[in-house]
């Protein structure tokens, strides 16, 4: 129940194309959903953070769809870059686990030029 | 201001040693945790630290171990190392909020162990 499954493992975007990264959650406490963004060799950075009391959240380039009764939330990369080639984490929290947050397996993204 | 900062980068040990990872929070925060990163694979949740006391911990052995001091700063000590052991120790702290209300964790570059 404290698991959170994120597909697809790996994504290949080209440059200007759209990537979609998708996760799924069982347990219905939790109320922050953070995506979180990591290049090799450095630790996690926060991208873009929801709460279910809104179901899109857009900053930029990126968006959070969040679905609460499927109990599922998806990052939008529009207009995709070379540079966002990274490691994307899904994670999922609630303001009774503090910093105890459950993160995804990771999609590896690639954006080819 | 200086976000998380991690000790060592990197360190080798063998089976059945001890190790020490040291951790500063971001200027401000006094909230710190500890996660672990196999490779391939997403951070788990080891423990908190607020005001010098583990407050959470996740679903890791004894062998785990750590230490917070009266600056916020954090230690991560783990005993009788396994080759399973080896991985990427994040750090990381939150906004001064203690142990109640999730928001934005910032982490360090991590220590990266590697057990022979």
């Known amino acids: 129940q404290q698991q959170v499954k994120q597909s697809p493992q790996s994504l290949i975007v080209q440059k200007g194309g759209i990537s979609i990264i998708n996760c799924a959650y069982e347990n219905t406490a939790f109320d922050y959903f953070p995506w979180y963004q990591q290049f090799p060799g450095k630790g996690p950075a926060l991208l873009i953070a929801?709460?279910?009391?809104?179901s899109e959240k857009k900053e930029g380039r990126f968006t959070i769809s969040f679905n609460k009764s499927a109990k599922q939330f998806s990052l939008h990369i529009m207009d995709s870059q070379p540079g966002d080639s990274a490691t994307y984490f899904c994670?999922?929290?609630?303001?009774?686990?503090?910093?105890?947050?459950?993160f995804g397996p990771g999609t590896r993204l690639s954006v080819l030029p | 201001d200086a976000g998380v900062t991690q000790s060592p980068t990197h360190l080798i040990k063998t089976r059945g040693q001890q190790v020490t990872l040291r951790c500063s929070p971001k200027s401000g925060h006094d909230t710190v945790s500890w996660y672990q990163q196999a490779l391939g694979q997403g951070p788990q949740f080891i423990f908190q630290y607020y005001e010098e006391e583990e407050r959470q911990r996740g679903n890791f052995p004894d062998r785990f171990s750590g230490h917070q001091f009266p600056n916020y700063s954090s230690e991560l000590n783990v005993n009788a190392l396994l080759l399973g052991d080896s991985a990427l120790y994040l750090c990381?702290?939150?906004?001064?909020?203690?142990?109640?209300?999730?928001?934005?964790?910032?982490f360090g570059e991590g220590s990266r162990l590697t057990v022979l």
């Open positions: 994670a999922a929290s609630s303001d009774n686990y503090g910093q105890n947050f459950v």
């Open positions: 990381a702290s939150g906004d001064p909020t203690g142990t109640g209300t999730a928001g934005e964790l910032f």
């Open positions: 929801i709460r279910p009391d809104v």
